[in-house]
């Protein structure tokens, strides 16, 4: 049964880089039929897609997001990473990492603040 | 960028039938748009219930369907149980980008 699992600091100071690692366990990231997602919630709002990298290493990205992200990934630690730049309060949110879209990690807080 | 809607809240009674839709700005929903829906409860991580229109899930309960309906994207819920209640999301893929609709709080009164 394949599990992931988001890690990463929990503070981010504005204009700064949020950096996210999605662990992967119980199957291989370097599966062909499968996508990898990075999706974010803020408190008590509706969820947002960010993107995805295929396991070629392509990407797709938010319309709204495609200048501040970045999504890669790391076939030797089963991991994919986020990093969003030049963070502001507006990114505080629950982040969650997928598997196409699903299963879900449990999610991780992130907060921007001085 | 694609705007994806849905009703923001819905009541039903235990038993009924509810059908929560989600449409597009780009015009009528079709199976290209790969419609995904999700159930999140307070406090927890959105399950996924239906993708690619109809196609469910093993946990997927029976009384969940999907479909396309009038040019959306439709959940049906028959025979709702009050487990049911929970925020409901639709997923389109648009323009070579996943969107979100801003979510259905379905009641169960």
């Known amino acids: 049964q394949v599990q992931l699992q988001e890690s990463g600091p929990g503070l981010v100071k504005p204009s700064q880089t949020l950096s996210l690692t999605c662990t992967v366990s119980?199957?291989?990231?370097?599966?062909?039929?499968?996508?990898w997602n990075w999706i974010r919630q803020p408190a008590g709002k509706g969820l947002e897609w960010i993107g995805l990298i295929y396991t070629s290493g392509s990407t797709n990205y938010n319309p709204s997001l495609r200048s501040r992200v970045i999504i890669s990934l790391d076939t030797s630690k089963n991991q994919f990473s986020l990093r969003l730049s030049s963070v502001t309060a507006a990114d505080t949110a629950i982040y969650y990492c997928?598997?196409?879209?699903?299963?879900w990690g449990q999610g991780t807080l992130v907060t921007v603040s001085s | 960028q694609t705007v994806v809607t849905q009703e923001p809240s819905l009541t039903v009674s235990p038993g009924g039938t509810v059908t929560l839709t989600c449409a597009s700005s780009?015009?009528?929903?079709?199976?290209?748009?790969?419609p995904n829906w999700f159930q999140q409860k307070p406090g927890q991580v959105p399950r996924a219930l239906i993708y690619s229109t109809s196609k469910k899930h093993s946990w997927t309960p029976a009384r969940f369907s999907g479909s396309l309906l009038g040019g959306k994207a439709a959940l049906t819920l028959s025979g709702v149980q009050p487990e049911d209640e929970a925020e409901y999301y639709c997923l389109l893929y648009s323009g070579g980008a996943w969107v979100f609709g801003g979510g259905t709080k379905l009641t169960v009164l």
């Open positions: 997928a598997r196409d879209f699903s299963p």
């Open positions: 119980g199957g291989s990231i370097s599966s062909d039929i499968y996508y």
């Open positions: 780009t015009g009528a929903v079709t199976s290209g748009y790969y």
